[in-house]
């Protein structure tokens, strides 16, 4: 076990707490592994009846997952310990989606990548005054995995799309209108709410919905209808030809945004949200992720991402390839191409 992430029960419950402050509780390795023996330990224990997956304490719920490993890998080991990572963690994805028993996931924080991948597979989703949620894979040149494909695909009204594509962060009212939470509490209530749920974990739904009052008014009702408009289509051309003409102050501002995004995450995002759509099984959609994951971590944009973003912090990544017309079907059938049997991946 690791002390990156504390493990225990209180009575019928299981207890999941992220414990990498200084990371904003970012998943390692280790800790995908201990979480997921907990998980598969409380499966067969008759004892437990429900899980609650939080955060020890600071911003975090969960940032991310481990970025710098993922880059060391990419530029020094031809992906193979990333792409060990990505296996392992989509493991845990599916295994959380698949959980025969209700995990309660409070978001009280930033939520993002690898956090959204946990968080979202849980049958219960608080968020709160602190929640930030977002995919801000296309600003790193990655791509919005974890089980990205399935969840924004399924958001309705195109706002999947306009995640995937922009990294927008949403509060937990946003979350809570757009059915990526089920709750809202205010972050004050949660410590009484845990408590209630450990002491009767067969009212899980009524607890969280009895305290809350009205939550407050989600800004993001007020674009529903430009995100429809302008992300409408699948081809990432069209969507910003759509924003040229917009002619309001938010199509500006969201033409501006996609103008630092890397074309290749954008238009990888585009057909993932399209292809996963189609889809009935999640294993099926962490089959298709882990192959773009492979090709995607060795492809130039994501070392020259995570440099611009995260290690320089300079904000001025060369994307290769530069423009959206020069990503081409050809590249983008290669990066979506089956891998070789032995190297697919599989559930647990």
Known sequence: ????????????????????????????????????????????????????????????????????????????????????FFHDEYQLNHQ???????????????????????????????????TRFAMPETGIGLFPDVGGGWHLSRLGGRLGQFLALTGARLDGAECLWAG????????????????????????????????AGSPPEARIEQNADKIVKHFAADRLEDIIASLDAGESDWAVKERDTLGTKSPQTCKVALRQLAESAKLTDFADNMRMEYRIASRVLVRPDFAEGVRAVIVDKTHDPKWNPRLPEDVSDELLDAIFAPLPADEEWNPL
């Open 96 to 130: 959380m989606m698949t959980y025969a028993k209700p995990i309660v996931a409070f978001m009280d924080g930033i939520t993002m990548g690898g956090g959204v991948g946990i968080a979202m597979p849980a049958k219960f989703r608080v968020a709160t005054e602190n």
């Open 180 to 211: 990526i939470a089920t709750h809202y509490l205010p972050s004050e209530m949660l410590e009484d709410a845990k408590a209630r749920i450990i002491a009767d974990p067969s009212r899980i739904s009524g607890i969280l919905s009895e305290p």
């Open 1 to 84: 076990m690791t002390d990156q992430v504390h493990i225990h029960t209180h009575d019928k419950v299981g207890h999941i707490s992220l414990n990498r402050p200084k990371a904003l509780h970012a998943l390692t390795l280790d800790m995908c592994h201990a979480i997921s023996a907990a998980l598969t330990k409380w499966a067969n224990d008759d004892a437990v009846e429900a899980v609650i997956l939080d955060h020890a304490e600071g911003r975090g719920f969960c940032a991310g997952g481990d970025i710098n490993l993922l880059r060391k890998s990419a530029l020094e080991d031809g992906g193979k310990t990333g792409r060990e």
